[in-house]
């Protein structure tokens, strides 16, 4: 499988049920904050987002966020919704998802991370050997090297979509 493609695409990650976690013996997932949890530079945890969590912990599964932020922007954040966290992970560089499995005590095996982009979250997930899940992000961006991104990405994905509509028919 390619570097770029996700283990699984969804549209939200209210979309990844607790049962399809376990089922893939998730113990752990590394979350993504921008896009993937909140909208883009919010404090705020939408309400389904935070069932979602409080499911999943409640099913056993560890959650740690793994943000390419500035610790002024997730500490009040992780500290608003209880979890630990990991800031300027430099992703797409494996070393944040390196010591986020470290510190949760699992194996790369165990973990799932999850974010909405192919060339940080993606990329740095799959470098570290770990499983991914995509997801479309929230809101756009409105920054120059982000619709950049943006473009180069829908490339890659529209490569996923064909590879998993082939793989469907068989």
Excluded at 47 to 57: F, I, K, P, S, T
Excluded at 64 to 93: E, Q
Excluded at 125 to 135: H, K, N, P, W, Y
Excluded at 142 to 158: I, M, Y
């Amino acid at each position: 499988m390619s570097l770029f493609h996700p283990t699984i695409l969804k549209n939200r990650i209210t979309d990844l049920s607790t049962e399809e976690l376990q089922a893939m013996g998730v113990k752990a997932v590394l979350l993504d904050v921008d896009n993937t949890l909140t909208r883009h530079h919010s404090q705020e945890l939408p309400e389904a987002v935070d069932a979602w969590l409080r499911a999943v912990q409640e099913s056993g599964i560890r959650c740690m966020l793994v943000s390419n932020s500035k610790r002024p922007r997730i500490d009040p954040f992780a500290a608003r919704i209880g979890l630990p966290y990991i800031h300027t992970a430099v992703k797409p560089l494996p070393f944040g998802f390196r010591r986020a499995v470290k510190t949760l005590g699992v194996t790369k095996g165990e973990c799932l991370a999850i974010g909405d982009q192919t060339f940080t979250d993606v990329l740095g997930a799959r470098l570290c050997g770990i499983r991914v899940t995509q997801l479309i992000p929230i809101e756009e961006e409105t920054g120059w090297s982000f619709r950049v991104r943006r473009r180069l990405e829908k490339g890659v994905l529209a490569r996923y979509r064909k590879k998993q509509e082939r793989r469907d028919r068989r």
